[in-house]
């Protein structure tokens, strides 16, 4: 049986991390091309004189697979906090999330993975600047990790005779 602290110490990690990967889909942009721009895993939105549009990627010129892995990270992060969040749920019920913990690190690597091919597979661009979405998302799945790898060490509760 996990201890109490380190059992809250993983609910914590878990929903920070699902709120992380969350937020790096959903609020941020992952390129700021000139201060106009904003690349976002869904498409783009642009901003002129404080007039903003949400377009899609054509513009950029990038290949098939990377407008698919785009979607690909959004989908897989909404997933793996959703796996996050019931991780949490079973932990700070005080069960033994095993599956739980499984489900969300396939989740979160196949999230990370994505996310990697995309940011990997970014059409070149001199005036792209990196933006904070995509360290969200690495900083969420490191959150995860630490709280999916601490949940599967514990021992299993010895049978009762």
């Known amino acids: 049986m996990m201890k109490t602290r380190t059992r809250w110490i993983c609910v914590a990690l878990a929903l920070g991390g699902a709120a992380l990967m969350a937020l790096a889909v959903q609020s941020g942009a992952w390129w700021s091309i000139a201060g106009q721009v904003e690349v976002r895993p869904m498409g783009s939105q642009w901003c002129i004189d404080g007039n903003c549009a949400a377009v899609s990627h054509d513009w950029l010129g990038g290949s098939a697979l990377w407008e698919r892995s785009g ?3 959004y989908m897989g992060a909404l997933v793996a906090a959703f796996v996050l969040v019931i991780m949490a749920s079973a932990l700070a019920a005080g069960r033994r999330a095993t599956l739980a913990a499984s489900s969300a690190l396939v989740a979160v690597l196949t999230a990370a993975l994505a996310a990697g091919l ?7 661009n001199d005036q792209a600047t990196l933006g904070r979405s995509a360290f969200f ?3 969420g799945a490191v959150a995860a990790a630490t709280s999916i790898l601490i949940t599967l060490r514990q021992p299993a509760p010895a049978p009762n005779p």
């Open 137 to 139: 998302l690495a900083g």
């Open 118 to 124: 995309f940011v990997a597979l970014f059409p070149a």
């Open 71 to 73: 979607v690909a990270t």
